[in-house]
């Protein structure tokens, strides 16, 4: 079968799995449903998932970003470093894109122009970059931010719905037109599944990698800024470790590893799924650590069934695509 | 060396090996061997058959079988018909580990050694079952042995890495040999060689033959076969044309054999006027793969590049089209000296270059018809917000699947649904939107069926009559010669020649591709 099919027949699996993980939810807890918990829902993980846009256009490039972690905790920490020393708050926020955008065209530097892998140059970043951040803010954390600073990660804006929400619906909807339906988005797809036919199209490879890790560092930045908002203090581990849940997100939503395929709505569906399965696990007082273990259960599924129905297909077509 | 003192000496081993009586049986029988590939019948009832002692060369152009009955004795691929006979008795070969197992071995012309094992552990590698701990001493001791026989001076402990390549054919050899072989195959041994090495790797063989090894020996330098050779078979579209003794054949009956095959029903192409100078390039080189290559192309002009595969046709076209830039020489494009770093440049210059393999360097297969074919040229297809119009993209493909006859159900199937031939047309149509002046063909009928090439044909005709400027790389021999108005010859990196159209045919263009001198003075009519 093409890999288009599979892609649907994904989707669809994902949406079954999200309306059982919903139905059991309404079941099981007279909160669920409530306005607060589902903002609350969005809120608790606004940053991962933002990160997560963007990482899908990474990995569906065929390639990959370990260092988002380090790079949201190193643009907390100049942002709360610039302000320790007197800048002003707009300012620092935009020293701390910017320390992202460099971050993120470093690493895009040794990808595109050296040919380094990916996997090796951003696993340098996630160590390198945390280290910069742990430099700047030592080991006490910094606060006292401006009252509004404070607001834009915790005030709803329109309604109960916050900034940060609103953040990542419109980044949700750019991106995907950018996937979809613009030049970049075709390039993105064209490289990720054939790299070599797409430099002999006369298409400037390097320019769009250094295009997606120049974004994807400033977009990290951003997630970033808003989790030093939301929480209200800085500390130099802010958001270790949230890499792997972002990459969990991506490939549950069907994008390969491999690059070349995935689409943003399965990437849209998964982050519901994990949401609502956490919210939900987390009402019925199910424990994070088995919580964590649920999740890792499903993506291990998500590689396994996609790769098992090909197989299956191709026995069954007695040929290779 | 002269070509009588080797015929003297081929001559005199062939009369001693017939007074040992080691020659009356046979080692390996290859008997009426066929084997299908999809559309192309690789081998038709092929009967070869190798005595001990036999320095056996095989010839045949690109495609001819050659390499499909070199591994079917090495069990890579199993017969369809036919059987194998080893020593008299039949055999099965179902892999390479039997076939090793046989006495059966292989070189190639890319030593296939590890690079961080020594010399020892490379010789020995196939002998992993002698227990389980590595007896150092006993190894390099045994290794050292070998070489010695072989008349090698190598440290054995040195890693493979550091060796010249013709140390380590060398030790391909000595590991051929520790496997007690029978029947050595080596396939274009030569080609990544110097003369001097050359020479040495000649100086084993026959040592090799004396001790009763039979060789099996491809190379498309004849000078080279005709050196070492006892006996020459050629091949020729699966089929076994010729075996003659190294006494009754020459460089030209073996060409001859090569190239004897029936034009078909391909018509050559009338000759269109010629336009004006569109092309013109000077000394052109890239160091260690091609150099002095000089042509000119006219408007309406199709210039066939000809000559074996790896002759350096395609890295002209690759230079030309910027992926791997020249190093040397001139290139002047409708009266502009020119430089082409990239791609991009040399689509800006109108140049387009249609790869030989669709599948790794042409199209992306998982994408629609129509989105690879507005690839190179997406910028056209953008409204003002950057987005792609999906309405004008569908329209062009629509019309070229018109224009081309692409056969699909719709051009937004992914391309790895069609055909090989219907791929093709999909690539040509890919750089004709380009709307190039100058248009580099590599390899377009490779691979697809009668009728496609046929419509392929028709279609270079037709774009060259437009007046855009044509360079058809192509190693079938028939298609370059009807399609060309005048063909260019290369070999190992160099050009030979180039032939206007009245004297190019197959002969003279083979005789060229193989470094032969003109085929009248050779001696024997062809």
């Known amino acids: 079968m093409s890999a288009l099919g599979r892609l649907k027949s994904w989707e669809g699996l994902l949406l079954a799995l999200l309306v059982i993980i919903v139905a059991v939810n309404i079941e099981h807890s007279p909160y669920y449903l409530g306005v607060g918990n589902i903002v609350n829902l969005f809120q608790l993980s606004i940053e991962k998932i933002i990160v997560a846009l963007i990482m899908t256009l990474v990995i569906i490039n065929g390639e990959i970003d370990l260092s988002v972690a380090s790079v949201m905790g190193l643009a907390a920490c100049v942002l709360a470093w610039l302000f320790e020393m007197g800048t002003p708050m707009p300012l620092a926020i935009v020293g701390g894109l910017l320390a992202g955008l ?40 910094i606060g006292n931010f401006p009252e509004w600073f404070n607001l834009v990660g915790q005030q709803p804006l329109i309604g109960p719905v916050t900034v940060s929400i609103v953040i990542f619906a419109l980044l ?39 295009t997606l890790f120049g974004a994807s560092g400033t977009i990290a930045a951003l997630a970033g800024i808003l989790y030093a908002a939301r929480l209200g203090s800085v500390r130099g581990d802010m958001a270790a470790g949230f890499e792997l849940d972002i990459i969990t997100i991506v490939l549950l939503g069907g994008v390969s590893i491999f690059g070349g395929s995935g689409n943003l709505a399965g990437v849209g569906l998964s982050i519901l799924v994990i949401l609502n399965l956490r919210n939900g696990m987390g009402l019925a007082s199910i424990t994070g650590n088995t919580q964590t273990s649920v999740i890792g259960a499903l993506l291990i599924l998500s590689v396994l069934v996609p790769n098992m129905a090909q197989t299956i297909s191709n026995k069954w077509n007695g040929r290779e695509t | ?26 080692v390996l029988e290859m008997r009426n061997i066929a084997k299908r590939f999809d559309a192309t ?5 092929v009967s070869l058959t190798l005595y001990p002692g036999e320095i056996h060369a095989l010839l045949g152009e690109n495609g001819a079988g050659k390499s499909t009955l070199i591994k079917i004795m090495t069990g890579v691929h199993q017969p369809d018909r036919g059987e194998i006979l080893l020593a008299g008795k039949p055999v099965t070969i179902r892999n390479a580990a039997e076939s090793q197992r046989l006495g059966i071995a292989a070189i190639y012309q890319e030593p296939l050694l590890f690079p961080d094992l020594n010399v020892a552990e490379n010789i020995f590698i196939s002998h992993q079952d002698r227990g389980q701990v590595v007896g150092w001493r006993e190894m390099f001791r045994d290794a050292e042995a070998i070489l010695a026989k072989l008349g090698v001076a190598l440290d054995v402990r040195s890693t493979a890495r550091g060796l010249t390549l013709a140390a380590q054919q060398s030790v391909e050899i000595a590991k051929a040999i520790s496997l007690n072989v029978k029947v050595l195959i080596m396939d274009e041994p030569t080609a990544s060689l110097s003369a001097h090495e050359v020479a040495q790797l000649f100086k084993l063989v026959r040592d090799l033959s004396d001790q009763g090894v039979a060789i099996l020996f491809v190379s498309h330098r004849m000078e080279e076969v005709f050196d070492i050779a006892d006996k ?16 009754e054949a020459t460089p030209q009956n073996s060409i001859t054999d090569m190239v004897g095959r029936e034009m078909g029903l391909l018509q050559p192409r009338p000759p269109t006027p010629q336009g004006d100078l569109l092309l013109s390039v000077r000394g052109l080189g890239k160091e260690g793969v091609f150099e002095d290559v000089s042509f000119d192309l006219h408007r309406g002009e199709v210039l066939g590049f000809g000559g074996l595969i790896g002759a350096g046709r395609t890295d002209i076209g690759l230079a030309l089209f910027g992926i791997e830039p020249a190093t040397a020489g001139t290139i002047v494009l409708n009266g502009t000296e020119v430089t082409i770093r990239s791609p991009g440049e040399s689509m800006g210059l109108g140049i387009a270059y249609v790869s030989e393999d669709r599948r790794q360097l042409g199209l992306s297969m998982p994408m629609s018809i129509s989105a690879n074919i507005t690839l190179p040229t997406l910028r056209r297809y953008l409204n003002r917000f950057g987005l792609i119009r999906t309405a004008m993209e569908r329209a062009t493909a629509e019309a070229f699947r018109e224009r081309l006859s692409i056969r699909t159900a719709s051009v937004d199937l992914p391309v790895a649904k069609l055909s090989g031939g219907n791929q093709q047309k999909v690539m040509l149509s890919k750089w004709l939107n380009t709307k190039p002046s100058v248009l580099i063909l590599d390899e377009p009928t490779r691979g697809i069926d009668v009728g496609a090439k046929a419509e392929v044909h028709t279609m270079i005709g037709e774009l060259a009559a437009e007046g855009i400027g044509i360079i058809l790389i192509s190693s079938d021999l028939p298609e370059v010669l009807t399609m060309s108005d005048r063909l260019l010859v290369m070999r190992e990196g160099r050009q030979m020649a180039i032939f206007d159209r009245e004297d190019a045919n197959q002969e003279s263009v083979m005789t060229a591709a193989m470094g032969q001198e003109a085929a009248s003075e050779g001696g024997v009519a062809a």
């Open chain 2, 232 to 247: 020459v078979t050629v091949f020729r579209d699966g089929q076994l044309i010729s075996t003659r003794p190294r006494s």
């Open chain 2, 41 to 45: 019948q690789a081998l038709e009832d």
């Open chain 1, 102 to 141: 460099a971050a993120g065209l470093f690493n895009g530097f040794w990808v595109a122009y050296v040919g380094l892998p990916s996997l090796a140059v951003t696993l340098a970043g996630l160590i390198g970059y945390r280290g910069i951040a742990r430099i700047l803010v030592e080991d006490h954390p």
């Open chain 2, 1 to 26: 060396m002269t070509e009588s003192e080797t015929a003297h000496a081929a001559g005199a081993a062939s009369v001693r090996r017939a007074e040992d009586g080691r020659a009356s049986v046979p």
């Open chain 1, 172 to 210: 949700f909807v750019i991106i995907a037109i950018t996937l979809h339906s613009s030049a970049l988005g075709r390039l993105v797809y064209v490289i990720g599944n054939n790299l070599q036919a797409a430099r002999y199209s006369g298409i400037r490879v390097r320019l769009v990698k250094m």
